[in-house]
């Protein structure tokens, strides 16, 4: 089995098994081994009480783009510390996309970094995660 077709297959459960990320309405752009392009629109439901996004959506986002990053090489692999900087504001409406990179990637850690954009290409975030890598692999 391919790289690319393994990552999907491993994607496809996990996505297929997470009805949180199916709630923030999450749309897949790309699928990989170490790489995840998700996407999302900001709905009411997910605002303050300042009337902007949740600190915690834009973190959800980052966190499944993490978990599927992660994952997609085959291996279970969980999160062990995760940060994030917000950089602007988002308002109801708002289209954000999640660009997964990884840093760096050995038998047991992996280290990612996410970058968040709105629907404008300007940075809204900044996710930083380190996962570690079990010896199990994904069974698909």
Not at 22 to 38: H, M, T
Request: net charge neutral.
């Amino acid at each position: 089995m391919s790289d690319e077709n393994l990552a999907k297959k491993v994607v496809d459960r996990m996505y297929n098994n997470d009805p949180f990320s199916q709630w923030l309405g999450i749309k897949r752009v790309k699928d990989g081994a170490g790489v995840s392009v998700l996407q999302m629109t900001i709905r009411k439901e997910m605002l303050n009480g300042f009337d902007i996004a949740h600190g915690g959506i834009t973190y959800s986002l980052a966190d499944s783009a993490l978990a599927f990053a992660s994952n997609g090489h085959g291996r279970m692999s969980v999160s062990v510390e995760t940060s994030i900087s917000h950089t602007a504001q988002l308002r109801e409406g708002d289209t954000i996309t999640a660009h997964t990179e990884e840093m760096s990637l050995s038998n047991k850690i992996g280290v990612y970094h996410i970058k968040i954009t709105n629907q404008q290409g300007e940075m809204v975030a900044l996710f930083k995660g380190t996962v570690y890598r079990t010896s199990k692999n994904w069974e698909v």
